[in-house]
């Protein structure tokens, strides 16, 4: 069965500081995706990056960023700099390829606020 | 991008009635949905898993009788919430797959029972 847990359920930091969320997987599969998805207070997701399992390159997307590791069974999602805006719960998760590949597992989700 | 939209966006309703929830995929074919529930703070949980032209999927744990899901046509599921209790009020978002590795979330329709 897949797991995903996000270990942090709540992160407060002042604007400006650099945050990093943490999510750990377990999967038996060897092909697979992750994601991260933002959730602001409307509800719904915004979808902020996909990964797949042969694909360890760490990718950066302005004040985003995210780092794989395969060894650890890890995505861990940074943010540079944060701003007020960035404050949401932030949810990763995992999918199955193939014919189920959508089918997510969602991590318990990290809410972040960052104060002016 | 790809757009699924859900109908209604927020619907309360009483206790013992019934409430469809409609999920069309806007600008593309999604041969399979998948319908996800979210307790207030707490994570997305998948209810089960629609293809289209056949019956529904569910998870472990997930009622049957009590969530309907069709799934008629290749831009449109439903969720039907039969006999709605207090316990069923709850956030359920849809997403669709499209192309062979696409998928994308509704905004999601927050039902309320009083």
């Known amino acids: 069965a897949q797991k995903v847990t996000q270990a942090q359920t709540e992160i407060s930091v002042v604007e400006k500081e650099d945050v990093t969320l943490d999510c750990v997987y377990e999967?038996?599969?060897?092909?697979?995706?992750l994601f991260w998805y933002k959730q602001p207070p409307s509800g719904e997701l915004v979808f902020l990056i996909r990964?797949?399992?042969?694909?360890?390159q760490n990718e950066i997307s302005g004040r985003y960023s995210w780092n794989f590791q395969k060894s650890t069974s890890s995505f861990n999602f940074t943010i540079t700099a944060s701003q007020v805006v960035d404050s949401a719960v932030y949810f990763c998760?995992?999918?199955?390829?193939?014919?189920?590949?959508?089918?997510?597992?969602f991590g318990q989700g990290t809410i972040l606020t960052v104060h002016p | 991008g790809a757009v699924v939209s859900q109908h209604p966006s927020r619907v309360i309703c009483k206790s013992g009635t019934s409430v469809k929830i409609e999920c069309r995929s806007l600008?593309?074919?999604?041969?399979?949905m998948f319908w996800y529930r979210q307790f207030p703070k707490q994570s997305l949980m998948l209810m089960a898993t629609?293809?289209?032209?056949?019956?529904?999927?569910?998870e472990q744990g997930v009622e049957k009788d009590k969530f309907l899901i069709n799934h008629a046509s290749l831009t449109l599921s439903t969720l039907t919430v039969t006999s709605a209790h207090p316990e069923d009020s709850s956030f359920y978002i849809c997403?669709?797959?499209?192309?062979?590795?696409?998928?994308?979330f509704g905004p999601g329709t927050r039902l309320t029972v009083t």
């Open positions: 999967t038996r599969d060897t092909t697979y995706y």
């Open positions: 629609s293809n289209e032209g056949s019956k529904a999927t569910y």
């Open positions: 997403s669709a797959r499209g192309g062979f590795y696409e998928q994308y």
């Open positions: 998760a995992l999918s199955e390829s193939g014919t189920s590949y959508g089918k997510l597992t």
């Open positions: 600008d593309f074919q999604a041969t399979t």
């Open positions: 990964r797949n399992s042969f694909d360890e």
